[in-house]
């Protein structure tokens, strides 16, 4: 099974940027479709974006669409999410979630088979 750890959280201002990554072991990304998930206090999680590696397809969700941007560094084998342009309302709890059955990047919702532990983006002025 694959094992997934995100990083690159932290506090940023509105209308700044940050960049999360999602490092994988155990297994390559290229087996799965893969997924940026966020939950914000008290809210269930939601889907970010995902990415299909069996069609090549991407999602966002109309929130962050024109904003946000998933990409895969396979030589890493590492998922990225950039962020710009953040609003305060995106500040939650982003998580990075994997599934080897899924095909459709469109099926971004919480019912991945493997997940990272989360890491915090707070934006705040």
Avoid at 83 to 92: F, G, I, R, V
Avoid at 94 to 108: L, P, S
Wanted: aromatic content about 10%; hydrophobic content about 30%; glycine content about 12%.
């Amino acid at each position: 099974q694959v094992q997934l750890v995100e990083s690159g959280g932290g506090l940023v201002q509105p209308g700044g940027s940050l960049r999360l990554s999602c490092e994988a072991s155990g297994d390559t990304l290229d087996h799965y479709t893969i997924g940026w998930f966020r939950q914000a206090p008290g809210k269930g999680r939601e889907g970010v974006s995902c990415f299909s590696s069996h069609d090549g397809s991407t999602y966002y969700a109309d929130s962050v669409k024109g904003r946000f941007t998933i990409s895969r560094d396979n030589a890493k084998n590492t998922v990225y999410l950039q962020m710009n342009s953040l609003k305060s309302e995106d500040t939650a709890v982003y998580y990075c979630a994997a599934d080897g059955t899924i095909t459709a990047a469109e099926v971004c919702v919480p019912v991945y088979s493997y997940w990272g532990q989360g890491t915090q983006v707070t934006v705040s002025s």
